[in-house]
């Protein structure tokens, strides 16, 4: 396989086989001790993979925690800064977080909070978190059942994404990451757009995932070097979310069934893309074939009625506003977002 490397100011992403990066970064990290953050499902599925690419690894002492983020809470990092004092972690250890989007967000933020911080490397293993989490630095667990309220900012020591581990996923975890990269190509490039729009619900998992990947980070190192601390213009990779999230909120604590992530998301860029047309003008044929696109692939994922003012609720606590003001991320076209768009509720209900 192919390995390719995106630098970024302070650490590397490498894209393909995890080997020799890791092993060089094991080495020049000299470190006391090495911990390996997974769930049941990594534990199973990516685990044996890891050790049997770096032996090394076998000393390491694997803390296990639940799945799915519903666990996404500060109970559960008690547990990992708990298992970690157990072992008698100084500041001179590293914590491999192994795993997808909860296990990066969370395992970050237990690692750099743990003694005021030890380094942390994450090796993403679903779609969503190799084209999402793995950029940014942003760290963080969920609070009174809303996102990522709870965080800060900091960097891993590296980033590792290996196509390999996207063999173990069901097809709906694939769809979860994509919904990601129909973002990234919605806002930043038509062409990119375009080319998505060969991947259907019936071939979406014998894509060969390796070049779109890439394609995504190239898309979102250019938002966030341009915008570490999103003051501005990294506000772009909120389109979606605003509503989205409130969904996912709302889904988390209401559903049996709870909404993945990017299931939400899609439903969130749905939703903003009929408020881009109401302030944005956004082309309408275009709004309708993006809509026929993702309804395609998301088919059964729809918010009822009934449910617009609880979700309402959720959206009105979410942490990118000021006050009681709105703020989105909209599209004037693909391609050309427009941030810092302060809407009234009213309008937002209507795009439901």
């Known amino acids: 396989m192919t390995t390719n490397t995106l630098s970024l100011s302070d650490y590397n992403i490498t894209v393909g086989d995890f080997q020799e990066a890791l092993t060089e970064s094991l080495q020049k990290g000299d470190y006391s001790q090495v911990f390996i953050l997974v769930d049941e499902n990594t534990r199973e599925h990516c685990l044996p993979l890891l050790l049997q690419r770096v032996p090394t690894l076998k000393e390491a002492k694997v803390i296990e925690i639940q799945s799915g983020e519903i666990h996404k809470n500060i109970q559960t990092c008690q547990y990992i800064w708990s298992e970690l004092l157990k072992a008698q972690a100084d500041r001179n250890a590293l914590m491999l977080n192994l795993g997808g ?142 509503v989205g999230h409130a969904i996912e909120s709302f889904s988390l604590t209401h559903d049996s069934d709870p909404l993945l992530h990017g299931e939400a998301i899609i439903l969130g860029m749905i939703a903003e893309l009929k408020l881009s047309m109401q302030i944005s003008d956004f082309p309408e044929d275009d709004f309708q074939q993006i809509n026929a696109f993702l309804r395609q692939l998301y088919a059964e994922y729809v918010v009822d009625s009934a449910n617009v003012e609880a979700v309402m609720n959720y959206l009105q606590n979410d942490k990118k506003h000021k006050g009681k003001q709105l703020n989105f991320t909209l599209l004037e076209k693909i391609g050309k977002p427009v941030i810092n768009q302060y809407l009234k509720k009213e309008d937002i209900v209507k795009s439901f």
């Open 101 to 242: 989007g909860v296990i990066g967000d969370m395992g970050g933020f237990a690692a750099a909070a743990y003694k005021r911080g030890i380094h942390f490397i994450q090796i993403p293993t679903t779609l969503l978190a190799q084209v999402d989490a793995s950029i940014g630095g942003k760290l963080g667990i969920d609070f009174d059942n809303l996102k990522n309220v709870i965080g800060f900012f900091q960097n891993p020591q590296a980033v590792l994404i290996d196509p390999i581990f996207l063999k173990t996923l069901p097809a709906r975890q694939i769809r979860n990451g994509f919904a990601e990269i129909i973002k990234h190509a919605l806002i930043a490039d038509v062409d990119y757009f375009n080319d998505l729009l060969t991947i259907n619900r019936a071939n979406i998992e014998g894509v060969d995932w390796s070049d779109i990947i890439m394609r995504s980070l190239q898309i979102k190192k250019a938002v966030v070097e341009a915008d570490p601390f999103e003051k501005g213009w990294r506000k772009i990779l909120n389109f979606g979310h605003t």
